[in-house]
Structure formats: C-alpha cells, structure tokens
C-alpha cells in the first residue's frame, strides 16, 4: 500500500512525507550559506484566512486529531509564503542555485545579490520590490496568473513609494536616510531594472520596456552620483558600485552619452583601500566607449571643415588609445593573442569559475567590437591595412562561441543577464554590416536551446527601438528595420538622424 499523504501538501505540490511527521520549526540564520534546492516548490497561493485566524499542524494535521499541534497567525504563515517565493527565485537566479562563492565575487558582477536574503528580511522596502520579481518571474501558465497580477502590483507600489523617497532625496539624504537608507534606495532601484528586464514587456508599447529599464538606470546613477566617491571605499556599498557599473554602462551605450562614472575620481577613489580586480580594470576601459559614440555623433553633426577635421583625428586617436589599454589588460592577465578564446569542450561540463571566465572575456570582446567598428567607420579606407586584431567579426564570432555557457542551464538568471550586453552589440554589428551574419544564428540557437529565445527577442526589439536614432527608425516595420537601426546606431548610416 502506498503511504498516506496529506491532501494539502498534494495541492501545494510540496513532497509529502506522510502523516507521521515530527514538530518542524522554520528558522533562516543570516550568517549561512544557502543552497537553493529545487524540491522548494512556492506554494501557489496566499492566506485567504482573516488576519486573527490560526493555522494549525503538527503530529496529526488534521482538525479533529487529538495531536499536538503549533497554532501560527496568519501574519507568520504569509511570512513563511513570502519566504518560499524568495528561495524559489534565487534558485533560478544564482548559478547552480547557490549563492556565489567569495573566490568568483571579485571576477562577476553578482557578488551584491548574495545579501538579498537578510536585505529581504531587514527592508521593507527591498522585500515588495523583490517579492513583485519573485511573483511575477514565477512562470507563463494560465494558472499562475494571479501570481504575475499580485508581483505588478508590488511593483507599482514600490514605484510609488521610491518616488516619494526621491523627491525629498537630496533634502533628507544628509539627515535621516544613512548607510542603511541609501543601501535600500540603491538596491530598490536596481531590482527594479531587473524587474523590467524579466517581466516588463508591453504587448502595447514595443518601446515600454526598454524606456523603463533605462529610466530606473538612470535613476540608479543619480541616487549613486548624489554621494561623494569616498561612501563606496568599502564593504557592502563597495560592492554595489563595482558590481553595477557595467550596466549602467550599457545605458549609456544605448543613450550614446558618456558616463558620468567615467570621471577620474569615480575611476580611482572607491578603490582607494581596494586593489582593482582584472573585472574592474575592463570596465574601466569599457567605461571609455560611450564617449566614442557621443562624438561620432557630434562628428556627423558637423559642418565640413577643419573642425570637423580634427575631431575625427580625436576620435581615432582615441580608439587607438582604447586599443593601448586593451593591450595592457591582457598582458596584465597573461594573454598574448588579442582575439584570445579560451577551449571550450563540445558538452562542457559546468562551473562556477567557467562563468567567471566567460563574463570577463565577453566584457573584453564586447570592448573591443565597440572600439574597432568605431576606427574602421572612421578610417574605411586607410592607407595601410587595419591591423588584423582590429577586426571586429573576431570577436563577435569569439562572444557567439562563449554565449552557450552563459545560457547554461546551470548559469541561472544570472547567466542569461550577463549575455544581454554582449549579445545585443554582436547582433547590432552584423545587422549593421551584411544584415545579419553567422555569430547572430549561432547567438539565436543558443537562446532557443535554452528556452529563453521568446523574451530575448523582445527584450532586444524593445532596445532596438529605443535607442534608434529619429521616430521614424523607432516605428519602422519590416525585415529591414533592424538593419537600418543598427546602421544608424553604430554610425555607418550618413543621414543626419
């Protein structure tokens, strides 16, 4: 005979073990490291109870048992609901559903979400903005509907809330929002980017999500900038520096401004009691692209002449200088081949430090197809031939063999995250150059094979749109559209947009 299960259990979809069970108290100790274990289903619905009422369970489980039972308030059970929402999400979210080990924190740039478990429990304004992505990330069925419905609503009243605490920000931040307010605003601002990458497609506004990822990236800047270098020295805030600034980045790539971060002592100071790890010291020169845009605009903005003249000889010598500091990067780490790529096996087996690897190096290939489309815009025709290495195809093609491991199963969100950037530059290239080529498929398959092609594909329209250079571009329909978007965006299209 099959042993007896207990119908809630059953309908939770919790794994059951039966009605002789032992009295479990929950309790979750900040100070360990959790594995995240895929058995942890969320339970699918809240409390409908009155707040007063008492859930019961113990030996028996049943009503009318004579067991022992622990009577929970109902305040305690939505918390212990709440709690199980969380644990599911990190488990999708961090690789190998466990938190990053301290060896890879200098090398990646999810070392700040290993504090989101007690920042759950200390904020509450950290807990509503994380549990709208837990809901609203918990998965497409019809039955789980309710869910996405309950995580929006979170979300708006988390955008509500931030807009009343920034108004009064530059005001109040001296006297009463701290390290731990600060901490709470930042961390807030950047769940909120992250809401909008998994869950924020419009089916009515193709441009919605993208407008609002760059807007909370914005706003993230500013709550960062609206302190001196020095807050971001050491320890947790440290962390939330480094770690955000690549994609800050990518929003000022996508808007083709410069960053703000790339000021000297926003490059220096907050590693000033802090030795730079080889993930920094790429960002840095990451840091310079968008400035290489900016002027590629202001260049086609020009008038012929001599003006015009000079700021194309700055720009190029600014690639040049870009190209210096790529050099140095790699003789730093040990490479001597620019268009390096490291072995991967057929059926790779996973690992952390895999991952590790496969982020620095698509930062430093993602670079340089920045910098060497930009010199070989400007200098279509050299008189010499353009070194090999600066042949932006290489490193697209070296982003599409190394994309696969960042859509690992075993890479999580996190994973799937740190391909956007990369990705979206390959197939802005290869848009651009021949209306799509090789290293895009192979980007493509790697996204269909993981399951994660659907919302790739509207995460990338949305961008492309956005940050398309006249209204025209944005609403253009058609197998050309993104070939003309990605001309005008890297430059290569003369009309003056």
Not at 228 to 257: C, N, W
Not at 398 to 405: F, L, Q, V
Request: hydrophobic residues 35%; proline residues 7%.
């Amino acid at each position: 005979m099959a042993r007896p299960v207990c119908g809630q259990c059953v309908r939770v979809g919790l794994v059951c073990e039966g009605y002789d069970r032992q009295t479990i108290f929950l309790h979750a100790t900040s100070g360990q490291s959790r594995r995240y274990r895929r058995e942890d289903k969320p339970v699918p619905a809240a409390s409908t109870a009155a707040p007063d009422t008492l859930v019961s369970t113990g030996n028996n489980g049943s009503s009318d048992g004579g067991g022992a039972t622990i009577l929970l308030p109902d305040a305690l059970f939505r918390a212990a609901h709440e709690e199980r929402y969380l644990s599911a999400f990190l488990e999708k979210y961090f690789p190998e559903s466990r938190e990053f080990p301290s060896k890879v924190t200098p090398y990646i740039n999810g070392g700040w979400t290993v504090a989101l478990p007690q920042l759950f429990q200390a904020s509450p304004r950290i807990r509503r903005i994380l549990l709208a992505v837990c809901l609203a990330s918990a998965g497409d069925a019809p039955e789980r509907a309710w869910e996405r419905k309950q995580g929006l609503t979170y979300y708006t009243q988390s955008l509500q809330d931030m807009s009343a605490t920034l108004s009064g920000w530059d005001r109040d931040r001296g006297r009463d929002q701290g390290t731990a307010g600060h901490t709470a605003v930042l961390v807030t601002s950047r769940l909120s980017s992250l809401y909008e990458t998994l869950c924020g497609h419009d089916s009515q506004d193709p441009m919605a999500q993208a407008r609002n990822w760059r807007h909370h990236l914005i706003g993230e800047l500013a709550i960062i900038m609206s302190y001196p270098p020095e807050t971001y020295t050491s320890g947790y805030m440290h962390q939330l520096f480094v770690d955000g600034r690549l994609h800050l980045i990518s929003s000022a790539l996508q808007m083709r401004k410069r960053s703000e971060l790339n000021r000297p002592e926003w490059k220096t100071i907050p590693w000033r009691d802090i030795s730079k790890t080889p993930k920094d010291l790429l960002v840095d020169i990451l840091l310079d692209t968008p400035g290489l845009l900016e002027d590629l605009d202001v260049l086609k903005a020009s008038p012929y002449g001599e003006v015009r003249d000079a700021l194309r000889r700055e720009i190029i010598r600014n690639c040049w200088a870009c190209d210096e500091q790529l050099s140095a990067w790699r003789a730093a780490v040990g490479i001597r081949d620019p268009a390096y790529a490291f072995e991967i096996p057929e059926s790779p087996t996973f690992s952390i430090d895999l991952l590790a690897a496969a982020h620095i190096m698509t930062i430093y290939w993602t670079t340089s197809v920045i910098v060497y489309s930009t010199l070989r815009t400007l200098c279509p025709s050299p008189a010499s031939p353009h070194p090999p290495h600066t042949d932006p195809g290489l490193y697209c093609r070296r982003i599409a063999e190394t994309i696969p491991i960042l859509l690992h199963p075993d890479s999580g969100v996190y994973g799937a995250q740190m391909a956007n950037l990369p990705a979206a530059i390959v197939l802005v290239y290869e848009n651009a150059i021949d209306g799509g080529g090789a290293a895009g498929a192979i980007i493509f398959d790697a996204y269909r094979r993981a399951g994660r092609h659907e919302a790739a594909q509207r995460f990338q329209s949305s961008m492309r749109r956005q940050e398309a250079r006249s209204p025209r571009l944005a609403m253009m329909e058609g197998p050309d559209a993104d070939n003309a978007r990605a001309r005008s965006w890297l430059g290569m299209d003369e009309e003056n947009m």
